[in-house]
T-cell receptor
Framework: ELKVEQNPLFLSMQEGKNYTIYCNYS?????LYWYRQDPGKSLESLFV?????AVKQEGRLMASLDTKARLSTLHITAAVHDLSATYFC??????????FGEGTQLTVNP | EPEVTQTPSHQVTQMGQEVILRCVPI?????FYWYRQILGQKVEFLVS????????KSEIFDDQFSVERPDGSNFTLKIRSTKLEDSAMYFC????????????FGEGSWLTVV
């Protein structure tokens, strides 16, 4: 059974600081997704990472994928309050099924 | 921007009743999915649907559940004889041709079984 583990699960950080969320998974896959979820809302697609070494950046967020280590990271640069949300990584396996991590609840404090 | 739409946004039902959750995927998308999220927990895969048939289903998706694409635009999830533990947010999702493309999620249908 595929396991997808995120850490930390809870992250409280100050505005302007940098931090990294980690996503480890237990089986071979070269397709990994990052989503953002605001409370009571849907899942907003942030990044799709399709190969080993893939790196994508959007604003203050940058995601990377190391398929050999089975690890993806989501790096936050100079956090702002608007980034407060829960961030999920999800690994795609055969049949296009996504297996989600538990989510990282990020709170950015002024 | 095109989006996946779901109805109802919230439904309260009595235990044992049947519920149908409806979804309109993004036009020209080919792959359709249902996921669920129990309050405070992670998102769980239920079923994927392609070319008018189920392509994969999870252990959760037992005989109590069924999906249909009745008219080429709607995609429905039916839950027969609901149980308290079926209370969750149910997300519909769709994706265009080409695995590796983004999977787009709807706003969700919040189901409360009492």
């Amino acid at each position: 059974e595929l396991k997808v583990e995120q850490n930390p699960l809870f992250l409280s950080m100050q505005e302007g600081k940098n931090y990294t969320i980690y996503c480890n998974y237990s089986t071979t896959s070269d397709r990994l997704y990052w989503y953002r979820q605001d409370p009571g809302k849907s899942l907003e697609s942030l990044f799709v990472l399709l190969s080993n070494g893939a790196v994508k950046q959007e604003g203050r967020l940058m995601a990377s994928l190391d398929t050999k280590a089975r690890l993806s990271t989501l790096h936050i640069t100079a956090a702002v309050h608007d980034l407060s949300a829960t961030y999920f990584c999800a690994v795609e396996t055969s049949g296009s099924r996504l297996t989600f991590g538990e989510g990282t609840q990020l709170t950015v404090n002024p | 921007e095109p989006e996946v739409t779901q109805t109802p946004s919230h439904q309260v039902t009595q235990m044992g009743q049947e519920v149908i959750l409806r979804c309109v995927p993004i036009s020209n998308h080919l792959y359709f999915y249902w996921y669920r999220q129990i309050l405070g927990q992670k998102v769980e895969f239920l079923v994927s649907f392609y070319n008018n048939e189920i392509s994969e289903k999870s252990e959760i998706f037992d005989d109590q559940f069924s999906v249909e694409r009745p008219d080429g635009s709607n995609f429905t999830l039916k839950i027969r004889s609901t149980k308290l533990e079926d209370s969750a947010m149910y997300f519909c999702a769709s994706r265009p041709r080409g695995l590796g493309n983004t999977i787009y999620f709807g706003e969700g249908s919040w189901l409360t079984v009492v």
